[in-house]
Nanobody
Framework: QVQPVESGGGSVQAGGFLRLSCAAS???????MFWHRQAPGKEREFVSS???????SYADSVKGRFTISQDDTKNIVYLQMNSLKPEDTAMYYC?????????????WGQGTQVTVSS
């Protein structure tokens, strides 16, 4: 079973940057990797995604500030977060969409906290 593990969260001041990492193993075929976030009292929301072809997608709120990428082995997905704002404060989760038998399964990590102070 695929078990993604996030790292790289922390506390920064507004305007700062962080790079999140999400490593996964134990998979045979994964197709799309996502970052989501959830702020206190709010629903979990999409942040960014990348597929095996390298195509990326971003929420409007992070376009131009966040960049998603993969390492050459495709075992690690990164989220470079620049020009951070207090409203970016949230728990950030990565999700790997992988083949499980005949079906696609979403595999979630435990999350890493990002706190941006003004």
């Amino acid at each position: 079973q695929v078990q993604p593990v996030e790292s790289g969260g922390g506390s920064v001041q507004a305007g700062g940057f962080l790079r999140l990492s999400c490593a996964a193993s134990g998979y045979t075929s994964c197709y799309t990797m996502f970052w989501h976030r959830q702020a206190p009292g709010k629903e979990r929301e999409f942040v960014s995604s990348i597929n095996n072809a390298g195509s990326t997608s971003y929420a409007d709120s992070v376009k131009g500030r966040f960049t998603i990428s993969q390492d050459d082995t495709k075992n690690i997905v990164y989220l470079q977060m620049n020009s951070l704002k207090p409203e970016d404060t949230a728990m950030y989760y990565c999700k790997w969409r992988c083949l499980d038998g005949d079906f696609l399964r979403d595999n979630w990590g435990q999350g890493t906290q990002v706190t941006v102070s003004s």
